[in-house]
């Protein structure tokens, strides 16, 4: 938790923390800078945010929101985020952007546009999502981070049964593609197999957050698996 309450008052970026040297920041500019860095250079990743009616009970002071936050105050300059919300479909809140400090008030926004009223949980649009999007960046170490209370349940048993199975599908694709997926779940009552196959599959790891410190801990957990 030390290295989270640090992060408070001091950029990590994820280049540094995997080995390599993070070069110099480039001069303030007033839109989203493009994906300029070197393959090697910095991070691509995609948050995606469950949108779900359920957050209202799981997650009823929108800590997630917070948690995003935090988590977007620790990368560095060279790293991108996406943004996706994920209830009956995924939904695109913001392009892989350049973390640059003029960028973060469009990440933050975005962030906070993300909403507990969809009625399933498209887990499967979410993943196929997020991969599309990191296929489109040059960078090189490439990771999804999936926070969210529930499990795939799209309304009936059939629609779940062949999402269920895509997604099986899908998982070898974020291998070859280098995409490590990272799961957190805010309640014992999600399918914490499913999450955390998904998770393992791809050389990511599955995390419960039944408190808010929890989620700390996940990130702290997240820099120490960039090193």
């Known amino acids: 938790l030390d290295v989270v309450a640090a992060a408070h008052h001091t950029t990590v970026p994820a280049a540094a923390l995997a080995g390599q040297s993070a070069p110099t920041s480039t001069a303030a500019q007033a839109s989203p800078a ?125 629609k779940d049964t062949a999402a269920l199975e895509q997604l099986k599908r899908l998982l070898p694709e974020l291998a070859k593609a280098n995409v490590k997926l990272y799961t957190v779940a805010f309640t014992e009552e999600s399918d914490s197999v499913l999450l955390e196959n998904m998770a393992k599959e791809t050389g990511g790891f599955f995390r419960y957050a039944r408190e808010d410190k929890d989620v700390h801990v996940m990130f702290a957990s997240l820099f120490e698996k960039l090193k």
Not at 123 to 144: F, H, M
């Open 34 to 158: 493009p994906a300029t860095a070197a393959p090697h250079e910095g991070c691509a990743m995609v948050l995606l945010m469950d949108s779900s009616g359920s957050m209202k009970q799981t997650d009823p002071t929108s800590y997630r929101k917070g948690a995003a936050k935090l988590f977007i105050s620790l990368l560095g300059e060279n790293d991108h985020l996406g943004i996706m919300s994920f209830g009956d479909t995924a939904t695109r809140l913001t392009p892989l952007t350049q973390n640059r400090k003029q960028n973060r008030k469009l990440l933050f926004s975005a962030v906070d546009r993300i909403t507990s009223k969809a009625y399933s949980t498209n887990i499967t649009d979410a993943v196929q999502k997020s991969l599309d999007e990191l296929r489109s960046s040059p960078l090189q170490e490439r990771i999804i981070i999936m926070m969210s209370d529930g499990r795939l349940a799209l309304g009936a048993a059939e």
